[in-house]
């Protein structure tokens, strides 16, 4: 499952569609309160490529930011 949602990430890359960019980055959250941020990032490295990795990062970075 979470393999699923952390493609999600290098996909939304590629998105023009800034709503399903969103959506993707809701999926990387959860993926990361499931199984916490360690464990969500090791297996993302284990499994996709660095850009995919930072993708997901950014959806978490800017969240933080916005609550601020």
């Known amino acids: 499952m979470i393999r699923m949602i952390l493609f999600a990430v290098g996909i939304a890359l590629m998105l023009t569609n800034s709503s399903l960019a969103q959506s993707y ?3 990387v959250r ?3 309160a499931t199984y916490g941020y360690t464990a969500a ?3 993302a ?3 996709y490529d660095i850009r995919a990795v ?3 990062d ?3 970075t ?3 930011l916005k609550r601020g």
Request: one cysteine or more; hydrophobic letters at 30%; aromatic letters at 0%.
């Open 58 to 60: 950014r959806c978490l």
């Open 25 to 27: 980055c809701d999926q």
């Open 41 to 43: 990032k090791r297996h």
């Open 30 to 32: 959860q993926a990361v």
């Open 62 to 64: 800017k969240r933080l």
């Open 45 to 47: 490295l284990d499994h």
């Open 54 to 56: 930072r993708a997901g």
